[in-house]
């Protein structure tokens, strides 16, 4: 099956920083993909049969993603974005998110979580919200035990910024 790859932002950071992680070869075929060329197109171009396995094995490596599946991601974003800008919160809907922000960032990234979590503390609107929540996504997507669940965490986010927590009947006594 023919496979149309775009360059995640590990493959990116392979060539700005300088870090050579990658053998030579590899390097040459992260080069070569431009998120049009067909995997079969670029083991034609540079004349290599191992060329196809190489591009799976970059992709298992998370240096490459399948363009579709990016496509996917981002109208899914997209669509999340739209969902989050519609919404108006009180000052408790907002402490809740914030809450559930500091609480999952911590959860996902440990002691790693402090400037997201100072972000998500400052946060005094919805506006400010969302630029917070941009950035926690991002930061969770790109952890290593995080990649898993950002996605699933965006979506609980957006149910919980649609629907208010429901008031304690116990805390208004």
Same mark, same amino acid.
């Given at each position: &099956?023919?496979?149309?790859?775009?360059?995640?932002?590990?493959?990116?950071?392979?060539?700005?920083?300088?870090?050579?992680?990658?053998?030579?070869?590899?390097?040459?075929l992260?080069?070569?993909?431009?998120g049009?060329?067909?995997?079969?197109?670029?083991?034609?171009?540079?004349?290599?049969?191992?060329?196809?396995?190489?591009?799976?094995d970059?992709?298992?490596?998370?240096?490459?993603?399948?363009?579709n599946?990016?496509?996917?991601?981002?109208?899914?974003?997209?669509?999340?974005?739209?969902?989050?800008?519609?919404?108006?919160?009180?000052?408790?809907?907002?402490?809740?998110?914030?809450?559930?922000?500091?609480?999952?960032?911590?959860?996902?990234?440990?002691? &790693?979580?402090?400037?997201?979590?100072?972000?998500?503390?400052?946060?005094?609107?919805?506006?400010?919200?969302?630029?917070?929540?941009?950035?926690?996504?991002?930061?969770?997507?790109?952890?290593?035990?995080?990649?898993?669940?950002?996605?699933?965490? &965006?979506?609980?986010?957006?149910h919980? &910024?649609?629907?208010?927590?429901?008031?304690?009947?116990?805390r208004?006594?």
């Amino acid at each position: &099956m023919d496979t149309v790859y775009v360059k995640s932002d590990r493959a990116v950071k392979e060539f700005e920083q300088g870090n050579r992680t990658l053998s030579l070869k590899h390097r040459q075929l992260l080069i070569m993909v431009n998120g049009r060329r067909t995997s079969s197109q670029i083991a034609q171009a540079i004349n290599s049969e191992q060329a196809i396995q190489m591009l799976a094995d970059l992709e298992k490596l998370g240096y490459l993603i399948n363009a579709n599946l990016a496509r996917q991601a981002i109208k899914h974003k997209e669509t999340q974005t739209t969902q989050l800008k519609s919404v108006e919160l009180s000052h408790d809907h907002l402490v809740f998110i914030k809450t559930f922000l500091a609480e999952e960032a911590q959860l996902q990234l440990g002691i &790693m979580s402090r400037d997201i979590e100072q972000r998500v503390a400052s946060v005094q609107n919805a506006d400010e919200l969302k630029s917070c929540v941009s950035r926690w996504h991002m930061a969770i997507r790109e952890s290593r035990n995080g990649r898993t669940v950002a996605d699933k965490l &965006m979506e609980r986010l957006a149910h919980l &910024m649609a629907n208010p927590p429901q008031e304690n009947p116990l805390r208004a006594q």
